[in-house]
């Protein structure tokens, strides 16, 4: 399973597109990169799954360069719901085993 | 929209004592994940289930922990003899394929060992 490394927390202001990078140097050829989200007291929430390029769906934007070693999750015009701590997640999808690191802790202020 | 169940949102028990943490994944995934979080720490993978076994299983989950499908709807998390670092939020999460990391988590069941 690939290291991930990610800034331990960042601050926004509401209406500003927020974006978080993760880096993952190890990367294989077979690992996904995933996101997910976790609210206080709740459990994580998956946002987003890429392997190369660029994905979007109707939360988040993830973007990930050629070399695959570091992704962006981009969260458009974020609000204050969207404080939260932000996982990636590096991995061979077909692996069982899923190792959440530290995470980014979020903090949209009004 | 379908969602993964987890009972009792609370438990509280003594030290030494069995408990039992029940989940009710999605129906049709066949891919069952234990995770616990305790409190300001992060997320820890205890084990994953499939087809009636233990996929993997992490460092934490020594003998005093195991799981069990009993029926075709709940997957139980068992810890034999409780200890006070075994407080934590215990999640359950599911999944449709091994092929992503697409899982989907309970509410969690928060467990405090007295």
């Known amino acids: 399973l690939a290291k991930t490394t990610q800034p331990i927390s960042m601050d926004s202001y509401e209406g500003q597109e927020v974006n978080i990078t993760c880096s993952h140097n190890?990367?294989?050829?077979?690992?996904?990169i995933t996101w997910y989200q976790q609210f206080p007291s709740q459990g994580p929430r998956f946002i987003i799954q890429g392997y190369k390029t660029k994905v979007t769906n109707e939360v988040a934007s993830l973007f990930i360069p050629a070399d695959r070693k570091s992704s962006t999750l981009s969260l458009p015009r974020v609000s204050l719901s969207d404080t939260a701590v932000y996982y990636c997640?590096?991995?061979?999808?077909?692996?069982?085993?899923?190792?959440f690191g530290a995470g980014t802790r979020l903090f949209v202020k009004a | 929209e379908p969602e993964v169940t987890q009972t009792p949102s609370h438990q509280v028990t003594q030290m030494g004592q069995e408990v039992i943490l029940r989940c009710v994944p999605i129906?049709?995934?066949?891919?069952f994940y234990w995770y616990r979080q305790i409190l300001g720490q992060k997320v820890e993978f205890l084990v994953s289930?499939?087809?009636?076994?233990?996929?993997?299983k992490s460092e934490i989950f020594d003998d005093q922990f195991s799981v069990e499908r009993p029926d075709g709807s709940n997957f139980t998390l068992k810890i034999r003899s409780t200890k006070l670092e075994d407080s934590a939020m215990y999640f359950c999460?599911?999944?449709?394929?091994?092929?992503?990391?697409?899982?989907?988590f309970g509410p969690g069941t928060r467990l405090t060992v007295t």
């Open positions: 289930f499939y087809n009636n076994e233990i996929s993997e």
């Open positions: 997640l590096v991995g061979e999808t077909g692996g069982f085993k899923t190792i």
């Open positions: 999460a599911s999944s449709e394929l091994a092929t992503s990391y697409e899982q989907y």
């Open positions: 129906s049709n995934h066949l891919y």
């Open positions: 190890n990367i294989a050829t077979n690992d996904y």
